[in-house]
Nanobody, 125 residues
Framework: QVQLVESGGGLVQAGGSLRLSCAAS????????MGWFRRAPGKPREFVAG????????YYADSVKGRFTISRDNSKNSVYVEMNSLKPEDTAVYYC??????????????????WGRGTQVTVSS
């Protein structure tokens, strides 16, 4: 069982930056692939970024590639996403998720077993 708590969301102007954090409980955090997803109002949940259990592999949605960077610190049971050059279309609730899959970084929510409650990111134009 893994419990996830996101933090770091807020209101930022277009072009600005935010760093989201996700703190995980449990002693097996380092065995999970971690992902960030988002859901904008009226839109389906969207994969944002994912990172393998040891940080050796990362994967990004095309919409954030080059602007967002995912990282993790297994000694702190935490995963992060650094978001730069934010755009109004990045406005969404951002969720941290944990997957037992270790073959590759999953990009679909169904492959993730544990979810946080989300943190709101609002980018003003």
């Amino acid at each position: 069982q893994v419990q996830l708590v996101e933090s770091g969301g807020g209101l930022v102007q277009a072009g600005g930056s935010l760093r989201l954090s996700c703190a995980a409980s449990g002693r097996t955090f380092s065995s999970y692939t971690m992902g960030w997803f988002r859901r904008a109002p009226g839109k389906p949940r969207e994969f944002v970024a994912g990172i393998s259990w040891n940080g050796g592999s990362t994967y990004y949605a095309d919409s954030v590639k080059g602007r967002f960077t995912i990282s993790r610190d297994n000694s702190k049971n935490s995963v992060y996403v650094e978001m730069n050059s934010l755009k109004p279309e990045d406005t969404a609730v951002y969720y941290c998720a944990a997957s037992r899959t270790n073959v590759a970084v999953p990009t679909t929510g169904e492959r993730y077993a544990y979810w946080g409650r989300g943190t709101q990111v609002t980018v003003s134009s």
